[in-house]
């Protein structure tokens, strides 16, 4: 299962930039709540390494500086939430934050793009990477503006060394161990079926139908994690 639903999260982190946590989180939780956020955040980093090799040199540099500003920030929060909520609560908040994500994504919530927003972006980012292993919808709604292309290239430059800070951070603060090592390694396989069918899928993202139908796939997702850890 865990292959599964792995595959279907990296296929559309692959074809829209976003997706592992978002939609392969809620199965994941209720198999081991520990594969968020640690290993999903390796498993995003594997993904947008496609992004950073074939979409690098599209990305927007302004916005990657600007974003890094606020990325400390984000970060440090992020690491006092982790040690201030326990585990039960911490389903519940991945699994609204799922949700919350998801429905202002179906709302088409768009935000004029400045400096200033470039900067809180980041640190939304990196905020919602360490604590939860959802950094894509604040990306999204952040950077709205940007074509798939030079989005995938800019989470490439943003995702990567973020990642590998909050993998850090984790690690540090023990909550990325052997455990979450296993956990990852089960992660891979489905991570390369779904890069290779991202390829196929890619095409798809500019349809009508295709992010909807995976939003509204994880927006449910996360409901039902949050109503079972508070049933």
Known sequence: MVLVFTSL??????????????????????????????PAIVAIMIVTARHLLVDGRHADRGTIKRAYVGVPFGLALG????????????RVVIGGAIVVASAVMLLGLHIVRSPRTDVLGGGAFSLSLIAA????????????????????????????????????????????????????????????????AGRHVRPLVDTSWFRPAVLWLALVGGALVAIRELW
């Open 79 to 90: 690491f006092l939430v982790i040690a201030m909520v326990d585990e039960s609560m911490m």
């Open 9 to 38: 999260g990296a296929t559309v982190h692959a074809s829209v930039g976003i997706g592992v946590a978002l939609v392969a989180g809620p199965p994941l939780l209720a198999i081991d709540p520990r594969f968020l956020p640690g």
């Open 133 to 196: 292993g959802i950094p894509g919808p604040a990306a999204a709604v952040a950077f709205n503006d940007l074509p798939p292309t030079r989005y995938r290239g800019t989470m490439g430059y943003l995702g990567i060394p973020v990642g590998i800070v909050s993998v850090g951070l984790l690690a540090i603060g023990g909550e990325y161990g052997l455990h979450e090592l296993g956990l990852t390694a089960w992660m891979v396989p489905g991570i390369v079926v779904g890069l290779f």
